[in-house]
Protein backbone atom coordinates (compact mmCIF):
# COMPACT_ATOMS: atom_id res chain seq x y z
CA UNK A 1 0.00 0.00 0.00
CA UNK A 2 0.96 3.70 -0.90
CA UNK A 3 0.81 6.41 1.21
CA UNK A 4 -1.43 7.72 -1.75
CA UNK A 5 -3.76 4.80 -1.44
CA UNK A 6 -3.53 5.41 2.50
CA UNK A 7 -4.79 8.66 1.98
CA UNK A 8 -7.08 8.04 -0.50
CA UNK A 9 -8.50 5.19 1.54
CA UNK A 10 -9.45 7.88 4.62
CA UNK A 11 -10.56 10.36 2.61
CA UNK A 12 -13.33 7.90 0.83
CA UNK A 13 -13.87 6.41 4.35
CA UNK A 14 -14.78 10.28 5.40
CA UNK A 15 -16.97 10.64 2.78
CA UNK A 16 -18.82 7.26 3.68
CA UNK A 17 -19.31 8.35 7.15
CA UNK A 18 -20.29 11.59 5.72
CA UNK A 19 -22.86 9.92 3.74
CA UNK A 20 -24.34 7.93 6.28
CA UNK A 21 -24.90 11.21 9.02
CA UNK A 22 -27.00 12.94 6.06
CA UNK A 23 -28.40 9.85 5.27
CA UNK A 24 -29.48 9.27 9.26
CA UNK A 25 -30.95 13.05 9.18
CA UNK A 26 -33.28 12.75 6.42
CA UNK A 27 -35.60 11.75 7.65
CA UNK A 28 -35.10 12.13 10.95
CA UNK A 29 -36.42 8.54 12.62
CA UNK A 30 -35.53 5.81 15.44
CA UNK A 31 -32.59 5.18 13.57
CA UNK A 32 -31.19 8.44 13.53
CA UNK A 33 -29.17 8.59 16.82
CA UNK A 34 -27.46 4.64 16.32
CA UNK A 35 -26.67 6.02 12.73
CA UNK A 36 -24.82 9.19 13.80
CA UNK A 37 -22.96 7.89 16.29
CA UNK A 38 -22.07 4.63 14.06
CA UNK A 39 -20.88 7.24 11.56
CA UNK A 40 -18.71 8.80 13.85
CA UNK A 41 -16.99 5.97 15.39
CA UNK A 42 -16.40 5.09 11.60
CA UNK A 43 -14.61 8.14 11.26
CA UNK A 44 -12.62 7.53 14.37
CA UNK A 45 -12.15 3.83 13.09
CA UNK A 46 -10.54 4.89 9.87
CA UNK A 47 -8.40 7.83 12.00
CA UNK A 48 -6.71 5.19 13.24
CA UNK A 49 -6.51 2.56 10.18
CA UNK A 50 -4.69 5.98 8.45
CA UNK A 51 -2.03 6.77 11.68
CA UNK A 52 -1.19 3.23 11.53
CA UNK A 53 -0.67 2.78 7.66
CA UNK A 54 0.80 6.20 7.34
CA UNK A 55 3.52 5.38 10.14
CA UNK A 56 4.40 2.52 8.40
CA UNK A 57 4.44 4.08 4.61
CA UNK A 58 6.77 6.18 5.67
CA UNK A 59 8.89 3.36 8.29
CA UNK A 60 8.89 1.45 4.88
CA UNK A 61 11.16 4.13 3.08
CA UNK A 62 8.05 6.00 0.93
CA UNK A 63 8.10 9.58 0.77
CA UNK A 64 5.56 12.04 1.21
CA UNK A 65 3.78 12.83 -2.26
CA UNK A 66 4.72 16.79 -2.09
CA UNK A 67 6.26 19.66 0.68
CA UNK A 68 8.89 19.27 3.24
CA UNK A 69 9.56 15.49 3.70
CA UNK A 70 9.63 13.63 6.34
CA UNK A 71 12.38 11.50 7.32
CA UNK A 72 12.13 7.77 9.38
CA UNK A 73 15.00 7.47 11.98
CA UNK A 74 15.09 3.86 10.50
CA UNK A 75 13.76 2.54 7.31
CA UNK A 76 12.91 -1.24 7.08
CA UNK A 77 11.95 -2.63 3.66
CA UNK A 78 9.04 -5.48 5.10
CA UNK A 79 5.74 -4.30 5.82
CA UNK A 80 4.82 -6.77 8.31
CA UNK A 81 8.25 -6.83 10.17
CA UNK A 82 7.93 -3.29 10.65
CA UNK A 83 4.35 -4.40 12.43
CA UNK A 84 5.99 -6.32 14.64
CA UNK A 85 8.31 -3.95 15.58
CA UNK A 86 5.15 -1.35 16.43
CA UNK A 87 3.29 -3.95 17.76
CA UNK A 88 5.95 -6.12 19.78
CA UNK A 89 3.91 -9.02 20.64
CA UNK A 90 0.82 -7.19 21.83
CA UNK A 91 -2.67 -7.71 20.12
CA UNK A 92 -3.04 -4.50 18.77
CA UNK A 93 -1.52 -0.59 19.38
CA UNK A 94 -3.21 1.67 20.65
CA UNK A 95 -3.97 5.50 18.38
CA UNK A 96 -6.47 6.84 20.44
CA UNK A 97 -4.58 9.32 23.29
CA UNK A 98 -3.54 12.29 20.98
CA UNK A 99 0.12 12.57 23.48
CA UNK A 100 0.72 8.39 22.58
CA UNK A 101 -0.37 9.42 19.07
CA UNK A 102 2.89 12.16 18.88
CA UNK A 103 5.40 10.38 20.74
CA UNK A 104 4.95 7.52 18.36
CA UNK A 105 5.81 9.60 15.33
CA UNK A 106 8.99 11.09 17.35
CA UNK A 107 9.76 8.19 18.19
CA UNK A 108 10.20 7.02 14.59
CA UNK A 109 10.58 10.30 12.73
CA UNK A 110 13.29 13.00 12.70
CA UNK A 111 11.61 15.80 14.30
CA UNK A 112 10.52 18.71 13.14
CA UNK A 113 8.58 17.27 10.64
CA UNK A 114 4.67 18.24 9.19
CA UNK A 115 3.39 15.30 10.85
CA UNK A 116 4.10 16.24 14.33
CA UNK A 117 3.13 19.63 13.62
CA UNK A 118 -0.09 18.83 12.16
CA UNK A 119 -0.98 16.51 15.42
CA UNK A 120 -0.22 19.63 17.72
CA UNK A 121 -2.09 22.19 15.74
CA UNK A 122 -5.23 20.01 15.92
CA UNK A 123 -4.34 18.50 19.52
CA UNK A 124 -8.20 20.00 21.09
CA UNK A 125 -10.29 18.65 18.04
CA UNK A 126 -8.04 15.36 18.88
CA UNK A 127 -9.19 15.21 22.19
CA UNK A 128 -12.69 16.14 21.16
CA UNK A 129 -12.96 13.05 18.87
CA UNK A 130 -11.58 10.86 21.61
CA UNK A 131 -14.08 12.06 24.34
CA UNK A 132 -16.97 11.46 22.04
CA UNK A 133 -15.67 8.40 20.66
CA UNK A 134 -14.99 6.79 24.41
CA UNK A 135 -18.21 7.95 25.44
CA UNK A 136 -20.19 6.27 22.78
CA UNK A 137 -18.04 3.11 23.16
CA UNK A 138 -17.88 2.77 26.97
CA UNK A 139 -19.98 2.91 29.48
CA UNK A 140 -17.01 4.47 32.40
CA UNK A 141 -18.36 7.00 34.61
CA UNK A 142 -15.01 8.80 33.41
CA UNK A 143 -16.18 8.64 29.89
CA UNK A 144 -19.23 10.61 30.66
CA UNK A 145 -17.83 13.10 32.54
CA UNK A 146 -15.39 13.91 30.22
CA UNK A 147 -18.20 13.98 27.48
CA UNK A 148 -20.52 16.53 29.55
CA UNK A 149 -17.75 18.55 30.24
CA UNK A 150 -16.65 18.71 26.49
CA UNK A 151 -20.48 19.43 25.69
CA UNK A 152 -20.96 22.39 27.72
CA UNK A 153 -17.90 23.81 26.79
CA UNK A 154 -18.67 23.94 23.24
CA UNK A 155 -22.55 24.55 23.48
CA UNK A 156 -22.45 25.99 27.02
CA UNK A 157 -25.36 25.83 29.66
CA UNK A 158 -26.28 22.57 30.38
CA UNK A 159 -27.66 21.24 27.20
CA UNK A 160 -29.17 17.88 26.50
CA UNK A 161 -25.89 15.41 26.98
CA UNK A 162 -27.64 11.92 26.74
CA UNK A 163 -26.85 10.92 23.43
CA UNK A 164 -23.50 11.41 21.48
CA UNK A 165 -25.79 12.44 18.26
CA UNK A 166 -27.34 15.26 20.09
CA UNK A 167 -24.14 16.81 20.39
CA UNK A 168 -22.73 15.63 16.44
CA UNK A 169 -25.98 17.22 14.58
CA UNK A 170 -26.09 20.82 16.77
CA UNK A 171 -24.74 23.29 14.82
CA UNK A 172 -20.98 24.51 15.94
CA UNK A 173 -21.24 27.45 17.48
CA UNK A 174 -17.64 28.82 16.08
CA UNK A 175 -18.41 28.30 12.63
CA UNK A 176 -22.41 28.60 12.71
CA UNK A 177 -23.10 26.99 9.17
CA UNK A 178 -21.70 23.13 9.97
CA UNK A 179 -22.28 20.71 12.35
CA UNK A 180 -20.20 19.38 14.66
CA UNK A 181 -19.90 15.78 13.04
CA UNK A 182 -18.85 18.18 9.93
CA UNK A 183 -16.48 19.88 12.41
CA UNK A 184 -14.57 17.04 13.09
CA UNK A 185 -14.54 15.50 9.32
CA UNK A 186 -13.33 18.61 8.08
CA UNK A 187 -10.80 18.45 10.51
CA UNK A 188 -9.27 15.33 9.59
CA UNK A 189 -10.04 15.49 6.22
CA UNK A 190 -7.34 19.03 6.38
CA UNK A 191 -4.88 16.70 8.58
CA UNK A 192 -4.65 13.77 5.99
CA UNK A 193 -3.96 16.21 3.59
CA UNK A 194 -1.07 18.23 5.62
CA UNK A 195 0.71 15.16 7.18
CA UNK A 196 1.38 13.22 3.63
CA UNK A 197 0.55 15.79 1.14
CA UNK A 198 -2.44 16.42 -1.73
Partial sequence: MTLQDVKDKFINSLSESRDLFNHCLSPVGLHTDSG????????????????????????NGQTVLNGDPVTPLLTVADRELIRDLLYQDKNYIEWTDEATIRKRFQRHLTIPNRIINCLNTIST??????????????????????????????????????????????????????????????????????MIGI
Fill in 125 to 194: EIKDITKIRNFIAHSSGTAKTNYENLVRARIGGHPNTSRASLFLKATDREEGTRTYFDRYIGTLEVAAEQ
Fill in 36 to 59: VEAAFLQVHKNWEVFLEETLICIL
